[in-house]
């Protein structure tokens, strides 16, 4: 004990400074300031590109989600059931996917209880489609309609489905744009 008491009884020494650990100190917290002042800017930088990322990502799974509808609508109203019934069978496990995804969805709370009803369509569509019955197009049209209007802010008010393939008219001006070709068949650009 006695041993124990002498220890406590020193008291430590105070730690030498010299101007060559001050300035190498100094010079080290100029070096955090300097780097700090060039991270947190590029960090605000990266934090913003990631929300626009994000935003971007729902946006396209939004569009993709109405494109392979419109190709349903569009592969129905040829003829081509089996294509269709594909598209349609996939929009829905698309949007199913989506709506699972939560809070990431593409779609807002409101916008997802929207949806839900549209998966009571879905069996009797696809059973019209895989029968190849002609009522497919009008109930695919219709729910393209609602989808456009109730999720895309797009009307399509007075557009009319296609009832055949033979029935397809194309526009009296349409502008076919070609690419300018160099003697032996290759494009210029």
Not at 91 to 115: K, N
Not at 121 to 127: A, G, P, V
Not at 147 to 162: A, D, E, I, R
Request: aromatic share 6%; charged share 20%; proline share 5%.
């Amino acid at each position: 004990m006695n041993e124990a008491a002498r220890v406590k009884a020193v008291p430590a020494k105070p730690l030498k400074t010299n101007p060559l650990m001050k300035r190498l100190i100094s010079y080290a917290l100029l070096a955090l300031v300097v780097f700090l002042l060039g991270f947190l800017p590029l960090w605000a930088q990266a934090r913003t590109t990631a929300g626009r990322l994000t935003q971007a990502e729902q946006q396209l799974r939004r569009a993709q989600l109405q494109n392979t509808l419109g190709a349903s609508v569009i592969d129905a109203q040829r003829g081509e059931y089996d294509q269709a019934l594909q598209a349609t069978s996939s929009f829905f496990t698309e949007l199913r996917a989506e709506i699972d995804r939560g809070d990431a969805s593409a779609f807002s709370g409101a916008e997802q209880a929207a949806l839900l009803p549209l998966f009571r369509e879905r069996d009797d569509l696809i059973t019209l489609l895989a029968r190849g019955d002609p009522a497919a197009v009008a109930r695919l049209s219709d729910l393209y309609q609602s989808y456009l209007t109730q999720f895309s802010g797009k009307s399509t008010t007075g557009l009319k489905p296609v009832q055949s393939a033979s029935a397809v008219a194309l526009p009296s001006k349409v502008r076919i744009l070609v690419k300018p070709q160099r003697p032996g068949g290759r494009g210029l650009g």
